[in-house]
């Protein structure tokens, strides 16, 4: 079955930029969505199709995948934005299903 | 505005089965496959099981398969999830999704979640 691979914890200091990978297989031939979760809370989409931002999403975030990684990056990181990231991919090789990554801490410093 | 409303969770014994339901209002039900998501205590987001607009395809993650059924009633704008023969691993908040494009599921993203029940599965 199709793995993604997120690391556990990222850090960064206020303004600063923070990205958060997601290694997989060729994952740059599948569409990847990124996820928001801050605590006590259910997920929030905040990257769709690789790169595209939902309506309410500020600018700060945007996407890229190629290869075998996808990047979630948060320019501007703000106190508010520390939370676990997710990203998530179909898996068609066999039923279709959806596959998400372990998920990424991002701490404010 | 889109709602999600899932009931049904609580503390189930090991073997035992539960019925989870999620209310849908705010968009035309009917038109969109819907997803059961999970989340163990302190722990990452696992998929559970995908259906089609019309009830005609779903699928399940291996960890359920032959334990879960997913399923809909498009008159009542109600997703359920009949989960037997649970198990401990299977205690989480169960959330369910809304697909952001209607008809076709795959490979879109899910643009509305529930707020989730918690089932715990304990003797």
Known sequence: SYVLTQPPSVSVAPGKTARITCGGNNIGSKSVHWYQQKPGQAPVLVIY??????????????????????TLTISRVEAGDEADYY?????SSSDPHVVFGGGTKLTVL | QVQLVESGGGVV????????????????FSSYGMHWVRQA????????AVISYDGSNKYYADSVKGRFTISRDN??????????????????VYYC????????VV?????????GTLVTVSS
């Open chain 1, 87 to 91: 990203c998530q991919v179909w898996d």
């Open chain 2, 41 to 48: 205590p302190g722990k990452g987001l696992e998929w559970v």
């Open chain 2, 75 to 92: 008159s009542k704008n109600t997703l359920y999830l009949q989960m037997n023969s649970l198990r401990a691993e299977d205690t989480a």
């Open chain 2, 107 to 115: 490979p879109a993203a899910s643009d509305y979640w529930g707020q």
């Open chain 2, 13 to 28: 014994q090991p073997g035992r089965s539960l019925r989870l339901s999620c209310a849908a209002s705010g968009f035309t």
């Open chain 2, 97 to 104: 999704a809304k697909p952001s494009e209607d008809i076709v």
């Open chain 1, 49 to 70: 199709y690789d790169s595209d931002r939902p309506s309410g999403i500020p600018e700060r975030f945007s996407g890229s995948n190629s290869g075998n990684t996808a």
